[in-house]
């Protein structure tokens, strides 16, 4: 029943329950849902909220790949975590990314005009996860530096990081930039690339991290 009274509760405490109105107005008129790996969106109802995880846990059956977008801005590195990456034109060469706009990476590595997209190995699922991050220490609001322990080097031509143990890489200028939604498409041509030693790539695939083999 509705009006049943929980047993080891009070009989008058529902008299004592905070209004509807004020438990709405501790929550804000904000759901944030995280998409994927360091990527969260907010909307604006608990409706809008179940369709966007509906839509992440329909596309978490779309096996990817695993990248990792970095450039450098202002001599130091930045980067984030990337699943939504394809190749675009063989002639001339074009590959895209799609960072969202709530981003705190994407204006810098944007103001740098090039980025090197690095495909991780199955053994960097840690680099992933570092790389999600916001780089904020969320005890002191303070920066921090997403690349810390993490071994990489200057591309040759654009001298963006190139992160040890990847499985490939492709280095690119910043071709264009195009706005879909809460997201951009940034193209970018191709100026290097290679593939290495590493044989198996990291995917990710509902929600937890896998191998190419």
């Known amino acids: 029943m509705a009006d049943e009274i929980p047993e080891g509760m009070s009989p008058d405490a529902r008299a004592t329950w905070p209004s509807r109105e004020l438990i709405e107005s501790f929550l804000g008129d904000s759901f944030a849902v995280e998409m994927w790996p360091g990527e969260t969106i907010e909307v604006d109802s608990a409706e809008e909220a179940a369709a966007a995880r ?34 675009v034109s063989l002639q001339p060469p074009l590959v895209m990314f799609s960072p969202a706009k709530s981003s705190g990476a994407w204006p ?13 190995a199955e053994d960097q699922a840690d680099v992933s996860n ?9 005890a002191t609001g303070a920066r921090v ?7 990489w080097a200057p591309t040759r031509e654009s001298g963006s990081p190139l992160i040890k143990g990847v499985v490939g890489y492709v280095d690119c200028r910043i071709h264009a ?15 290097d690339l290679a593939e290495t030693d590493a044989e198996h790539g990291l995917t990710f695939y509902r929600g937890k991290y896998g191998s190419t083999r």
């Open 54 to 87: 509906e839509f992440r846990d329909v596309l978490s059956r779309f096996a990817s790949g695993v990248t990792v977008v970095a450039s450098v801005s202002g001599g130091q590195p930045v980067g984030m975590t990337c699943q939504s990456f394809m190749s």
């Open 108 to 120: 810098l590595m944007h103001r740098s005009g090039s980025f090197c997209v690095n495909f991780l």
């Open 130 to 138: 570092q790389l999600a991050g916001r780089g904020i220490d969320p």
């Open 145 to 151: 530096d997403k690349f810390a322990g993490i071994d």
């Open 177 to 191: 930039v195009h706005e879909a939604g809460d997201h951009y498409l940034v193209i970018g041509r191709v100026l």
